[in-house]
């Protein structure tokens, strides 16, 4: 897997969405310290929140393959300035949250995150699940095996062994 820091204000839903990217409980932790779960960058809000430790976040992008910009569907106003994506020499992917929030508007954080440069937008809710194995391909790397690809190959070949008992 390529490694994704993830980057947004308190409360954008990026400590759940490492949960959900693991298969974990839903449990609800404030991100104290910048926090590397295997090929998951999870960083407190502030960074965004306050100019000085904004810099640092530029610095930690080196340490990931992919800067995932979050914001969520409920946010009032986006933190991202325009452009914001050619600080770091890294991908960046927009990543919209809480899409599942019926108070939420996922389209007006999806432009506000074209507007700060981003190409690629993923629509997430870490409740449902949605956006989650797109996520996934994403970061997927050669010889990497997700959960469904296993899934599929029984199904091929629990197909063949139907066909051999008929
Ligand atoms: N409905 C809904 N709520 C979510 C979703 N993701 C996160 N939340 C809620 O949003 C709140 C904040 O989520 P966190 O994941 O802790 O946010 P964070 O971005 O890690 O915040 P900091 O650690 O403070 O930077 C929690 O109460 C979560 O349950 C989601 O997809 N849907
Ligand atoms: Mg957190």
New binding site residues.
Partial sequence: MRKILLV?R????????TQALKGEK?C????QYVHFRGALIDT??EYVETKRLGYALALYAYEADVVGLLLASTEPFSLYPPNITCMVNREIVGIV??T??PSGDAQRAAQWLRLSGCGKIFF????TGEGIPEIFEYLREPGDRLPWDSRTKRTKSTKNNEKKQK
């Fill in positions: 947004g308190s409360g954008a839903g990026k400590t759940t969405l839903l609800y932790h404030k991100t407190p809000g949250t809480k599942d929030d997430v809710s870490s409740v």
